[in-house]
C-alpha cells in the first residue's frame, strides 16, 4: 500500500476506535511517505497522528509530531493552501500545550 492509503486506513480505524492499529498505521504512513518522498501525506499524517495524541493526553508526544509540521512551514507554504488546516491545527494545539502543559 502506499503511504496515502495508510493515512486513509487510519481514519477508519480511528472511527472504529481501534486505537492501537491507528498509530501503527499512521507511523507506516509517516515511513512510506519519506520513502516515496511524498511530503503532502508526510505532513498530514504528522498532524493526524499530533492531533490523535493530544486527544489522549499524550502531550509530549503530540508536540512531537505537530512540532514537525511547525518547522516545515516554509516546505508547505509552497503548496498554496493545500495544507493550511495541518499548519493552523498544528500551531494551535502547540501552542495549547506550551501554554497549559509544560
Not at 507511523?27 to 497522528?49: G, P
Not at 498554496?80 to 495541518?86: A, P
Request: glycine fraction near 0%.
Amino acid at each position: 500500500m502506499k503511504a496515502e492509503q495508510y493515512l486513509y486506513k487510519a481514519e477508519l480505524l480511528l472511527k472504529r476506535k481501534e486505537n492501537e492499529k491507528v498509530v501503527d498505521s499512521l507511523e507506516k504512513a509517516i515511513s512510506l511517505a519519506k520513502d516515496e518522498n511524498d511530503f503532502v501525506t508526510l505532513i498530514q499524517a504528522h498532524c493526524f497522528l499530533g492531533e490523535f495524541w493530544f486527544m489522549h493526553e499524550e502531550y509530549v508526544k503530540a508536540k512531537k509530531y505537530l512540532s514537525f509540521v511547525i518547522e516545515n512551514n516554509d516546505k508547505i507554504e509552497t503548496f498554496d493552501d493545500l495544507l493550511n488546516t495541518e499548519m493552523y491545527q498544528s500551531e494551535l494545539l502547540v501552542s495549547l500545550i506550551i501554554r497549559y502543559k509544560e
